[in-house]
């Protein structure tokens, strides 16, 4: 059984340029989770998306930042016009629907340039 | 909204001794407390957890107790080895949502 994939693992961009995340869960799993890590510091939590709906996005940034979770494919978090301060270790956690605990992808590594 | 804190932000233990990283929550109505463990540069990976139904629960080397009414909870870690040299980190939430993380505690063992 094939864990969270998080693609791709390393992104580099040019400031204001955008940038795109991609997050497919556990089989099974229809709950996803998006953390934000930045170097030597704990994870933030920033969205909470099931198939088609955001449930919590209390912990995104009001502009530049948006997430998506379609009824086919991977959960993209999207990040426009990106700037020196989103170089960070973004996480994807994902959960079966009741009850059971976040599993974790590896990671995409952005660095902004 | 949710506040953890986590001490120590590091910790040094001699191979064979225990380890203890204490965690404290603000938000009365968490009631799922998870562990992670994150060496450098991978996953944070699920080591153990505990609802707030239950005071304490171990798997091997590694236990966990919560105090709902101090809210507090901890992580314990014996005969330490040192393949547990990583970063810890405790986590609260409500009803199974959201995790919030506290700060994390870099653990060293030596031989």
């Known amino acids: 059984n094939a864990g969270v994939m998080q693609n791709p693992r390393h992104l580099v961009r040019r400031r204001g340029q955008e940038a795109r995340l991609r997050c497919s869960p556990m089989?099974?799993?229809?709950?996803v989770y998006w953390y934000r890590q930045l170097p030597e510091e704990g994870l933030k939590f920033m969205v909470y998306?099931?198939?088609?709906?955001?449930?919590?996005e209390s912990g995104m940034p009001k502009e530049r930042f948006s997430a998506e979770f379609p009824k086919e494919g991977p959960s993209i978090l999207r990040i426009q016009q990106v700037v020196r301060g989103d170089s960070a270790a973004y996480f994807c956690?994902?959960?079966?629907?009741?009850?059971?605990?976040?599993?974790f992808g590896d990671g995409t590594r952005l660095s902004i340039l | 909204g949710e506040n953890v804190e986590q001490h120590p932000s590091t910790l040094s233990v001699q191979e064979g001794d225990s380890a203890v990283i204490k965690c404290t929550y603000s938000d009365s109505a968490s009631n799922y407390f998870p562990w992670y463990k994150q060496e450098l540069g991978k996953r944070p990976q699920l080591i153990i957890d505990i609802r707030s139904n239950v005071g304490e629960k171990k798997d091997q080397r590694i236990a966990v107790t919560l105090n709902k009414t101090a809210k507090h909870f901890s992580l314990h870690i014996t005969e330490t080895q040192p393949e547990d040299s990583a970063v810890y980190f405790c986590?609260?939430?409500?009803?199974?949502?959201?995790?919030?993380f506290g700060a994390g505690t870099q653990v060293v063992v030596t031989p």
């Open positions: 089989k099974g799993h229809s709950h």
């Open positions: 998306l099931q198939k088609e709906n955001i449930i919590d």
């Open positions: 986590a609260a939430s409500r009803s199974w949502g959201k995790l919030q």
């Open positions: 956690a994902s959960s079966p629907p009741r009850d059971q605990p976040q599993h």
